[in-house]
């Protein structure tokens, strides 16, 4: 299977075509994906017509994008022109946008070759991808399993061969967690990083756009398209604030002096083949010169609680614009206007949607303001030190990233506290605004990848992924691929 | 301690909320939020007397643009997705009565 860059390279040489590449892409598609089920909507004639576009320019010696012609997906909460923009829900099934969100204007400027939409947990709430409203996505490792979630449709789309890359989003894991489930690379940025602008709100303070590739390089090559300062999205950080990098240009230099905290108190959740792959790893930047350093983050235990009252607070806030009246589902005989409102939400979402609108809304309400919302907030301001405690001592900080690999389908859907408390690894870092990326790092005894998660300062991305670059050289989790 | 969240208590939130709820609903999230709620009491584990609230981490605020008229949505396409529409407006059920006066 080609990486991104190396189908990027192959088409800008002339080896091959980007209407060949999107017809491959396609050919796959038909074969698997009613299996796989990552895909909400194709559109491959639109595709095919950007691809003989592409190819006639290349042909004629004309400068292209830097992602030109080659096939990408993104997950179905960015706003697009063509096709819906659904985010999984029912409320949204026939929306569509009228404008391109910022990170679509990147790859249409890359000349890249859009497929497809990706499936999601309804709203990129959940970690399995089960709550999508409207289809049922597997991990391409194992068809009776969840691909993780919420980018759960991104990640299947990569790790079965669907698209070169995608784009998925990231609220307290939802790039991380399917990634590690699905054995492929996923980056989620650091909070600012890239333009928000087009992505459909879910916890407006934690959500980040970031990449899901084969390798570290790809994840690298697909930041330097998507980052950057974007004026309609107020919380994307200026570049004099946070310089941009080439994120590939050091990509294969390691580092000679490189210290990596652990927290052996917070690996002992995770099962035992995710802790041997951890220390497996560990061992590897050893092997490299790395120093490992032993430390504590006395606040990573309190990251869901305090998580799951901040993110539902400003779900609840956001989602309060689905009222039926602008755009979305309507009820079909309303007998006054607050039945739009009540009945057209009640009809269209989902369970675990109206859960967190009702947990985000009680904890917004009077009375409980304080002691929930007012609380999280000041207890997601120690989480925070705690990392920054952690890089004043270390490079990066070195995690599982869930602490199982990939469960079956229908497990956990009773049991929405199980659900959350498996967010363990990946929330503190969203409340904390700082990048982190899962790789491959292993198997367990069922063949279900197991990602190594890696976490550094806010804006060092150039680091993280030269960090990530170390190990997958010398290791070959991330070649393997499923047996479709 | 242990917040028991009663279906009363569900139903006064699903009306803030804007969910008309079946009663099957009802009794199914008062057991799941409860079960939620208790768990995140743990937050008062904590002593955060002299801590500041974060609301986000960004090293940016009070982020101003010049206020310079742009192009936007036309109409039409303001109105494309609307459920119900009359000539140039969003189409809602009355909101006052018939009676209720103004």
Redesign the interface.
Known sequence: METLKELRDDIAAGKTTSVAAVEAFFARIDQFEPTVGAYLSLCKERALEQAATVDAKIATGEAVGELAGVPVAVKDNMCTTFDATTCGSKILE???A??NAHVIEKLNAADAVIIGKCNMDEFAMGSSTENSGLKQTTNPWDASCVPGGSSGGSVAAVAAGLCAASLGSDTGGSIRQPASFCGVVGLKPT??RISRYGLVAYGS?LDQIGPLTHNVTDAALMLNIIAGHD?RD??S??ED??PLKDYLAELEIPFEELKIATVPQLNEGADALVQKAVSEALAVYKSLGAEIVEIEMP?F??A???Y??IATAEA?SNL?RY????????TAD??????????S??EA?G?EV??R???G??AL?SGYYDA?Y?????????I?SDFTKAFEQADCLMLPVSPTTAFKIGEKTDD??QM?LADVYTIAVNL???PGISIPAGFDENNLPIGLQIISE?FSEDKLLRIARMHEKETNWHTQKPNL | MTTK?DEA??RR??L???????DE?VAQ?SG??S???T????????D?DN??????????HN?L?EDVPKPS?TND??L?????RENEY?K????LGDNSGA
């Open positions: 026939n929306f569509h009228p404008y909070y600012g303070s004026e107020s919380t950080v200026p604030v946070a606040h235990d309190y869901i609680s305090a799951y009252v609840s309060a009222d039926g009246v602008h755009y979305g589902h309507r309303p007998k006054d206007y607050i039945d739009v409102y009540s009945k939400r009640d979402f369970a109206k859960r609108i009702m947990l809304t009680y309400s929930y007012l609380k999280a907030l000041k207890v997601r301001n120690l925070r929405p506290l959350y904390a605004g700082v806010a | 969240i208590q569900v939130v699903a803030l909320g804007r969910l008309e709820l079946s609903e999230f799941q939020l079960d939620i709620v768990y995140i009491e743990k937050l008062n584990e904590l955060t801590v500041e609230p974060l609301a986000h981490c960004l090293p940016v982020v643009r949505l396409q303001a494309a997705n609307a459920p119900a969003f809602m059920p009355k909101v």
